[in-house]
C-alpha cells in the first residue's frame, strides 16, 4: 500500500510529516511505503520516500491531484489528521476508477482519501488548470463534480471541530471559553482538523489551533 | 401547547381500556425523548444512503413510539422497523400508533421475547435495544440468530439498579462495552440524566 501525504510551504513543519509517519507505523498492519510530497525534505524521516515538489504552476492544494498520475492506488492523508485505531480497511470502500472520501457537512472533504486508477482526474484537471482553478477553491468541489466517488463510512473518520458528519455535524462556539467545542470519539480511526490554524473569525471565534492537539500527543509520542 | 392528535387519539382509547395513563406519559416525557434523541443524533444516516432498504430490528421496544416517529423523521428511507417486544399490551398499542400513523407498510411488531429466534429472512442492518438493563447481555439475545457481520447494533443501558425490573444494569460506559460483545466499536458515551443516574450508549459491530 502507498500511503502519500504533501507539505508544500510552511504552513506545517517535518515534525507532523514524522509525527503522521508514526501513527500509520502504529495503525497499519500490512506493508506499506510511506510518501512524501515536498518542497522542503529536510528533517523528515530516512525512512519516508521523498518526492520532490515540481513545480506547475498551480495553486499548493491542487497538488493533490497529482498523486493520482503518481500512484494507481494510494492512501492520501493531511498532515494534520490524528490516527487513532487501524486504518488496515480503508482502501476497501474504493472501487476501480473511483476516490473514496469523506461526506462532510456541506459536501465532501478531501483530508482522507483512498484511490484506484483516476489518473484521468489529473490529466482533465492538466487540460485547462486556469479554469479549474478559477471554478474551485480547492479539490474538494472538484473531485465532486468530476470524479466517481465512494463514501467512508461516517464512524471512519471523524471531524475535531464538527463532530461525527451526520450525527454532530456542527461546530459549536462557546462563548465563556472563547472557542469551539472540539469533539474527540477515541474509538474511531482518523480525526480530521479541519480549519486547523486558519484565520481567525471575530463573530465565529477561535478554530482549531496546536491546543486543539492537547490530549491526542499519545498517538505519536 | 399542543399535543400530537394521533397520540392523543392513542392514549384516549387506551386509558378507557385500562392501560396505566401514567406509563403513557413516561414513554414521552423528557428523559425518554432526551435518550432517544441521543440514539437518534447518531444513526448511521451517511451509511444508510449506500444501504439497499434499511432494515431495523427494535428489540424490547414497549409501545414502539416516539422512537419510530424520530428514527422515520431522521432518515424516511428506512425501509422496515419491527418492534419486537414480549409485553403483549405494549405491542397492541403499538400496532394502534402504527395503523394510525398509516405506517402498516414500514412498520411491523412482534410479541415474543427477544431471547427466542427471530425470523430472519430479512438482512437487517440495525438492530436497536435501548432498554438492554432489562435483558440479557447482546451475545446471549443473539446467539442464535445470523444477523451479518456488517450489521450494527446500537444499545443503550443505565445504571438505575433500584428499579425492580431491571434486571442488567451496567455501573459504566466501559463495563457496558464488555458485556456487549462487540468487537467493532463504532462509538460509546455517557449521558447524565437529571435524575442523576448515568444512561449508556454503545455502537459497534460483532
Redesign the interface.
Known amino acids: 500500500m502507498n500511503i502519500v501525504t504533501v507539505k508544500l510551504g510552511d504552513k506545517f513543519d517535518s515534525s507532523f510529516v514524522n509525527r503522521l509517519y508514526e501513527m500509520c507505523k502504529r495503525n497499519i498492519t500490512q506493508d506499506f511505503k510511506f510518501f512524501c510530497y515536498t518542497d522542503d525534505f529536510k528533517e523528515i524521516d530516512p525512512y519516508i520516500h521523498i518526492i520532490e515538489h515540481e513545480d506547475m504552476l498551480l495553486k499548493p492544494v491542487f497538488y493533490k491531484l497529482y498523486l493520482f498520475y503518481l500512484f494507481q492506488t494510494g492512501m492520501y492523508l493531511d498532515l494534520d489528521v490524528v490516527i487513532q485505531n487501524n486504518i488496515d480497511h480503508l482502501p476497501f470502500y474504493t472501487k476501480k476508477g473511483c476516490v473514496s472520501l469523506i461526506r462532510s457537512q456541506k459536501g465532501y472533504n478531501s483530508s482522507v482519501m483512498t484511490w484506484d486508477s483516476t489518473d484521468h482526474l489529473w490529466e482533465k484537471f492538466m487540460g485547462d488548470p486556469e479554469k479549474y482553478m478559477t471554478i474551485h477553491k480547492g479539490i474538494d468541489t472538484y473531485l465532486e463534480v468530476n470524479a466517481q466517488v465512494c463514501h467512508f463510512s461516517q464512524f471512519d473518520i471523524y471531524s475535531r471541530l464538527y463532530g461525527i458528519y451526520g450525527c454532530d455535524d456542527k461546530p459549536i462556539y462557546i462563548p465563556e471559553t472563547g472557542r469551539h467545542k472540539e469533539y474527540y470519539y477515541p474509538n474511531m480511526p482518523i480525526c480530521i482538523f479541519n480549519s486547523y490554524n486558519k484565520t481567525i473569525d471575530v463573530k465565529k471565534g477561535h478554530m482549531l489551533d496546536d491546543k486543539s492537539y492537547k490530549g491526542f500527543e499519545h498517538y505519536w509520542s | 401547547m399542543q399535543i400530537d392528535p394521533i397520540y392523543w387519539k392513542v392514549w384516549w382509547q387506551a386509558i378507557a381500556e385500562e392501560y396505566n395513563a401514567k406509563d403513557l406519559l413516561y414513554s414521552v416525557g423528557p428523559d425518554q425523548q432526551e435518550c432517544k434523541k441521543w440514539l437518534v443524533?447518531?444513526?448511521?444516516?451517511?451509511?444508510m444512503?449506500?444501504w439497499d432498504n434499511p432494515k431495523i430490528h427494535l428489540y424490547g421496544g414497549w409501545y414502539g413510539y416516539p422512537l419510530i416517529d424520530m428514527l422515520l423523521q431522521k432518515y424516511n428511507r428506512i425501509h422496515s422497523i419491527i418492534n419486537i417486544d414480549m409485553d403483549q399490551k405494549a405491542i397492541d398499542l403499538c400496532r394502534r400508533y402504527t395503523h394510525a400513523k398509516e405506517l402498516n407498510k414500514k412498520v411491523d411488531y412482534k410479541c415474543q421475547s427477544v431471547i427466542d429466534p427471530i425470523d430472519m429472512s430479512e438482512d437487517v442492518r440495525i438492530v436497536i435495544n435501548t432498554s438492554s438493563e432489562h435483558m440479557p447481555d447482546l451475545p446471549e439475545i443473539i446467539k442464535n440468530k445470523n444477523y451479518k457481520d456488517k450489521c450494527i447494533f446500537m444499545l443503550q443501558s443505565n445504571n438505575m439498579e433500584y428499579v425492580e425490573d431491571h434486571i442488567n444494569c451496567v455501573s459504566s460506559e466501559q463495563e457496558f462495552i464488555d458485556k456487549s460483545g462487540l468487537s467493532d466499536?463504532?462509538?460509546?458515551g455517557t449521558h447524565q440524566m437529571n435524575n442523576g443516574y448515568e444512561r449508556y450508549m454503545v455502537?459497534g459491530r460483532r
Open positions: 443524533d447518531y444513526l448511521p444516516t451517511r451509511d444512503d449506500g466499536i463504532l462509538y460509546s455502537i
